[in-house]
């Protein structure tokens, strides 16, 4: 996360829609945005459950987010 706490914890699929609460926050160049949305969870990911957490725009060129 921008202030350095975010841990990897849960994958959104490819062309999920999440709902942006805050950002961007901009921190040494990178840009992070505050989301909820459904991310897959359990042993195979078989199951989806609400989370909000950070999410950097990009990282070495290579889009996570994008409108």
């Known amino acids: ?14 062309g999920t829609q999440v709902t942006v609460n ?13 989301i909820t949305g459904a991310a897959r969870i359990g042993r195979i990911g078989q199951n989806t459950e609400i989370v909000q957490g950070w999410i950097a725009e990009s990282t070495d060129g290579s889009y996570n987010i994008a409108p």
């Open 1 to 14: 996360g921008p202030a350095g706490e975010a841990v990897a914890m849960r994958s959104y699929q490819a």
């Open 22 to 34: 805050a950002g961007p926050e901009c921190v040494n160049g990178q840009y992070w945005w505050l």
